[in-house]
């Protein structure tokens, strides 16, 4: 596929690459498998008759009840006659129709959003037998259909012991992310011209997931980096007709370069090796050898020896391998018709997992010499990065970061004058706010124990911790300054007060100064865990005031699971504009109908956050306009003096509901016995372990992967809560190290 060789003589341009670029971009298309999830269970259909049965039992009447008003023989919505689908999809040539049918249940488009969610179980049930006649008829529709919410999938799908459904997961080829790009590209070359050709992704929970399109811009953008990066790495200057190396070019490279004599084969062959080893971390194989060292000689000829050796070596840094992270199951089948991802795959995949950076020498060894064969060869492998501590591991950090999502407190602009709920507050400093939180998460992991029940419950907290020493004794140092001004001239200073330098950060925690010690542990009943974090809760406001919509969307799908639908474009988003009134009453235009059957499943799940202000500070009452007061409040002259606020009391409780959990669901009074409440579920914990795999797996998770998620429960359990364990049974999981190969996924 990369066999074009440039073909212009004159300087050829990027035009000239085009080719180059778009044949291999289009067999990467062809690579990019689609990443397929299904939905089997043991149900299996020996006869038609036992299909028919079984439809005539569960989906009918589901179809009958939920269904039916709308896609009859007289009313066929979306031109779907249910009474006439024919559940027999050998006969048929309906299996298309099903599969999309199915996907509508799995994705919760269907029945629309304005009707009765159907109870689980019912759904489940058709779903159950529409693959099991599915697999009887051959069809194999499953594969296509992908959830693209993944708290979609039914949680007791998923996490129960007694009905685990089979295995799924399909062959992936997913593009590096920024970050590893960055880390294997960017930062090492240093090379004029290179930037990042990807950006993070969507609609996604985590940044990282799903597999982003590769269209012409990233292309071209790929394209480019690769000849800057050659250039940078080959950079020399001719002085008396000898080479001189500009920088630090290897040497391997610089021989292709002597205008006296062009390279030899050999010399060609080593500069091949070289680059093979500096961008995929392997030797060529001989047949990749034999076409990289036709196509240099080619490109010399055509080109010249500077810009042929430099395309020529640019191919390498486009071969699909070094911009995607192939996890297609290269290694062996097994007995159960699982194909092992190959160990260099493996490789790749857990250092990817922890670290932005390829394999370390160790990691790339043992795939070299069957260290990656056994599941538990690979555990031991995860456990020595992990317990490494030279290694830095930024992609822990980012999954907190991620998953709390509270680095979005950076981007809250706060209005200098504090806004409607909160008079003027100095301290308010959001980076510290996420550095501190930051330090906190670091802190519970380095203890690796009950890891989440510590994340949603600790009181204690990192107080600008990184400066607050230093702070203090600058302070110090300007009172003593000030102090030492005002005694020469005590009239001068009659009138000044100190103000004293930086951020004072600690009013956003309710503090009186900096702490000494960190991390201090705040009073128990006014903070519990990282949902009481300045950080959260300012990542969670608005310039002016809390946003409790956003927090209880936040509780509702990272915490309890749900699905929440996204706001119709036809509804005005906006709460009324009335400073008299608390923001819980303003929220009362979100409990007509038709807004609380969504509003239900956020507005409730915020309010006990009421407790503090919009920086995080906690409070006992809220502020809001006295009307009476304000219109009194005028100087000797009848002038308005400007607003007066009153203190309304705080109301911060709420219902949970429809959680699908009757331990989680019931009232709630606050913030801290809310957090304990939600640390003690079980229910919470998997949902953890559900965006912990998500994170981990790069995509949201599927009913075929149930065995690898409750595997990874029980690991964190049984490890005493330990982040460690439920990283290690992740990327040991069968999700992470197997796939079905995609034989006859087509042939529907
Ligand atoms: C209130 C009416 C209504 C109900 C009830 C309803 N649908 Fe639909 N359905 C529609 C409409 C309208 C469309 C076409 C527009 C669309 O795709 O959103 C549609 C489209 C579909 C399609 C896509 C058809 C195609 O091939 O493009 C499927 C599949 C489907 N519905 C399945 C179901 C199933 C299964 C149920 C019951 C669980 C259901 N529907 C209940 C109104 C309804
Ligand atoms: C289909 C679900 C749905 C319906 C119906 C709905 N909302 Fe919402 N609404 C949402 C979601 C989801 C959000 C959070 C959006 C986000 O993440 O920014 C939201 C956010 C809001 C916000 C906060 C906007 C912001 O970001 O500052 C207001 C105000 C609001 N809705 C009012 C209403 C009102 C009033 C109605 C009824 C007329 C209504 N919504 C109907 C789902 C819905």
Redesign the pocket.
């Known amino acids: 596929m990369t066999e074009t060789p440039i073909t212009k003589t004159k300087a050829p341009g990027l035009s000239a690459f085009r080719t180059l670029g778009f044949r291999i971009s289009g067999c990467l298309l062809l690579l990019a498998l689609p990443c397929g999830m299904a939905f089997a269970a043991e149900l299996k259909f020996a006869t038609g008759a036992e299909s028919r049965a079984e439809f005539e039992r569960v989906v009918k009447p589901f179809f009958a009840k939920h269904c039916a008003t709308c896609h009859n023989d007289k009313k066929a919505k979306g031109d779907l006659n249910l009474a006439e689908l024919d559940p027999d999809m050998k006969a048929s040539t309906s299996g298309a129709r099903w599969a999309k049918l199915v996907q509508s249940l799995t994705e919760g488009d269907m029945p629309p959003?304005e009707k009765p969610r159907p109870e689980t179980a019912g759904m489940e049930a058709v779903i159950r037998w529409a693959h099991a006649e599915a697999k009887r008829a051959n069809k194999h529709f499953a594969k296509r259909a992908s959830y693209a919410n993944g708290n979609a999938v039914p949680h007791e799908v998923l996490f129960n012991p007694a009905s685990i459904p089979p295995f799924d997961g399909s062959p992936r080829v997913r593009r590096l992310s920024p970050e590893i790009y960055a880390a294997s590209f960017l930062d090492k070359g240093k090379a004029k011209g290179v930037s990042q050709p990807f950006s993070g992704e969507g609609r996604t929970t985590f940044k990282d997931m799903g597999a982003p399109k590769m269209d012409e811009p990233v292309t071209m953008q790929l394209l480019q980096n690769a000849l800057a990066i050659v250039e940078a790495r080959t950079a020399h200057k001719l002085e008396d007709g000898k080479v001189k190396a500009i920088g630090f070019p290897p040497k391997e490279l610089l021989a292709l370069f002597d205008p006296a004599a062009p390279p030899t084969d050999a010399q060609v062959e080593s500069a091949i090796a070289w680059q093979f080893n500096f961008v995929l971390k392997r030797a060529p194989t001989a047949e990749e050898k034999a076409r990289f060292v036709a196509l240099m000689k080619r490109n010399i000829a055509d080109a010249g020896q500077v810009l042929g050796a430099r395309y020529a070596l640019a191919a390498v840094l486009m071969l699909p391998e070094a911009i995607f992270r192939l996890e297609v199951g290269t290694g062996r089948l097994d007995g159960k018709g699982r194909a092992r991802l190959g160990p260099r795959e493996i490789a790749f995949g857990i250092s990817y997992a922890l670290t932005d950076g390829p394999p370390d020498t160790a990691l790339l060894t043992a795939a070299a010499t069957g260290g990656l064969d056994s599941d538990e060869d690979v555990a031991r492998q995860v456990r020595r990065l992990l317990d490494e501590p030279k290694l830095e591991k930024p992609r822990i950090l980012r999954f907190f970061r991620e998953y709390f999502d509270y680095e979005k407190a950076k981007d809250v602009f706060k209005d200098p004058s504090g806004g409607r709920a909160a008079l003027g507050h100095p301290g308010h400093d959001a980076r510290t706010l996420v550095e501190d939180t930051d330090r906190l998460v670091l802190s519970i992991l380095e203890q690796d124990k009950d890891v989440l029940r510590e994340l949603l419950t600790t009181r204690k907290s990192f107080v600008s911790y990184k400066t607050a020493a230093d702070q203090k004794k600058k302070r110090a140092e300007a009172l003593a300054k000030f102090e030492e001004e005002k005694a020469k001239n005590p009239e001068k200073f009659k009138t000044k007060t100190f103000n004293p330098p930086g951020r004072e950060v600690f009013r956003s925690y309710g503090l009186d100064d900096f702490p000494d010690d960190q991390p201090v542990e705040l009073p128990a009943d006014q903070r519990a865990g990282i949902l009481t974090q300045p950080a959260w809760l300012v990542a969670q406001s608005?310039a002016f005031e809390n946003?409790v919509?956003?927090r209880g969307?936040w509780i509702r799908e990272r915490l309890l699971g749900g699905v929440?639908?996204?706001?119709?474009i036809t509804?005005?988003?906006?709460?009324p504009d009335a400073p008299e009134k608390t923001l819980r009453e303003r929220m009362a235009?979100?409990q007509?109908e038709?807004?609380w059957?969504?509003?239900q499943l956020?507005n409730d799940a915020g309010y006990a956050f009421e407790r503090y202000d919009h920086f995080g500070r906690y409070r006992t009452a809220e502020p809001v306009l006295d009307p009476a007061a304000t219109a009194k409040n005028l100087d000797s002259k009848g002038r308005p003096l400007g607003p007066v606020m009153r203190e309304a009391a705080l109301n911060t409780a709420g219902i949970i509901a429809q959680v699908g959990d009757r331990r989680v669901e019931g009232s709630v009074k606050g913030p801290v016995d809310y957090m304990r409440k939600l640390a003690d579920s079980e229910r919470v914990e998997q949902v953890f372990v559900r965006h912990a795999f998500r994170y981990w797996l790069g995509r949201n998770e599927t009913p075929g992967d149930a065995a690898s998620m409750q595997a990874a429960h029980r690991a964190y359990r049984a490890d005493g809560g330990s982040m460690k364990a439920l990283i290690t049974a992740l990327l040991t999981s069968e999700s992470f190290l197997y796939r079905i190969p995609e034989k006859s996924a087509q042939n529907n």
Do not use: F, N, R, S
């Not at 509804?571 to 709460?575: K, P």
């Open positions: 959003e608005t946003h919509i956003h969307k929440v639908p996204d706001v119709p509804v005005d988003a906006q709460l235009v979100t007509q038709y807004c059957k969504c509003h956020m």
